[in-house]
């Protein structure tokens, strides 16, 4: 049984190591990319080789006290990472209880799994909602289909039906305009840019993006991801105009990138000091991390947020409600880059080789 422990230990102290150091690794390849997302699972890992390190049983030679140290540094650099999306961090978005239709936009993102059959789930969390959009991602000619019954209410919609598992629908209540259907990096990833106009006729600026993941059965590199996210990024850290940008980003919000986007951006998180919002792994409840995201400028308060129950997809969908009220004291985000974070923000994006820098 000692030995079972001792090995079992052993792995888990190995991985939990690995991960810090792929962490901080300054390239894009998809196996090392991979350990930016379950970084809660990480640290239950770590926590569980700390308790094997301290049982009565365990021998303290320098090995294993030298290992021990090396899984409690882990331990704190996972917790470090995660800990701004817990509910005892402080909230970075501001809640409002004060309703104000005129100036509330409600949102429902949805990664849709293109196989999926269960339309009628995501139709029916759509009319008892009644978000003002409705982003659907992987969404092919089919859904596209199905979903028309949503068009009487939608009046306004952007269609992008694509049999890659990047298609995208966008649906809503609220009159849209200049709007643009933009392939910022990949030739066949879009992505749509409009403005929305609320029901108090003020105008703001929305960016709807799922950029290509780093697995091996899609890209080998975080590079494409990356690229966008920075692109997205850079365009809107001095927009006119209130801003939301939101999807399924392929990223977690932990990582470097999600991160360094907030940082150029400015934009705000209203997932921190709440919880981790997991959208996926829908299907495994071992396997989840928040995928799915809404960042928004300081002009907007929470109204409400909250994850959404299953629509047989292997994501959760998303609701947000955000109220405009440019006058809220929030703080702006927007940082100076270091010149590290500078370069390799303009290398990424240099390398990906973009369609478009400006949108």
């Not at 030995?3 to 962490?23: E, G, M, Q, R, Y």
């Not at 090396?70 to 970075?92: D, M």
């Not at 789930?121 to 008892?128: D, S």
């Not at 879009?190 to 697995?215: D, N, R």
Request: net charge neutral.
């Amino acid at each position: 049984m000692d030995l079972v422990l001792n090995i079992f230990k052993l792995i888990l102290s190995i991985i939990s190591i690995l991960a810090v150091i792929a962490s901080k690794l300054k390239v894009s390849n998809w196996w090392v990319r991979v350990f930016d997302f379950p970084r809660i699972q990480l640290l239950v890992m770590a926590t569980l080789a700390i308790v094997l390190f301290l049982l009565p049983s365990s021998t303290f030679n320098a090995w294993n006290l030298c290992f021990l140290a090396l899984v409690g540094f882990s331990w704190f650099y996972q917790a470090r990472k995660i800990f701004p999306y817990t509910v005892v961090a402080k909230n970075e978005v501001k809640h409002d209880k004060k309703s104000s239709p005129e100036n509330e936009i409600g949102i429902l993102v949805s990664n849709v799994l293109t196989p999926n059959r269960h339309v009628e789930k995501l139709i029916h969390l759509v009319n008892k909602l009644q978000p003002n959009l409705v982003l659907t991602l992987e969404s092919d000619k089919r859904w596209e289909d199905q979903l028309s019954v949503l068009e009487k209410e939608y009046k306004y919609q952007v269609k992008i039906p694509l049999d890659n598992l990047y298609g995208m629908h966008l649906y809503s209540n609220l009159e849209l305009k200049d709007t643009k259907v933009l392939f910022l990096v990949e030739d066949d990833i879009p992505s749509i840019h409009t403005t929305v106009i609320l029901p108090s006729g003020k105008p703001i600026q929305i960016h709807c993006i799922h950029p290509e993941p780093p697995s091996p059965t899609e890209s080998d590199t975080s590079l494409s991801r990356d690229a966008e996210l920075l692109i997205v990024g850079e365009n809107v850290k001095d927009a006119a105009l209130p801003t939301l940008v939101f999807g399924d980003l392929n990223d977690v919000a932990w990582s470097r990138t999600t991160r360094l986007f907030q940082k150029i951006s400015g934009l705000l998180d209203p997932r921190k000091g709440r919880g981790f919002f997991n959208t996926y792994n829908a299907k495994y409840l071992p396997f989840r991390w928040p995928l799915d995201h809404i960042f928004h400028s300081e002009d907007f308060l929470l109204r409400e947020i909250k994850r959404l129950p299953s629509i047989s997809s292997d994501h959760f969908p998303m609701f947000i409600k955000l109220k405009l009220k440019p006058e809220n004291g929030q703080e702006d985000q927007k940082e100076a880059l270091d010149k590290e974070e500078k370069n390799w923000t303009e290398e990424t994006i240099e390398k990906a080789n973009p369609n478009i820098l400006t949108i």
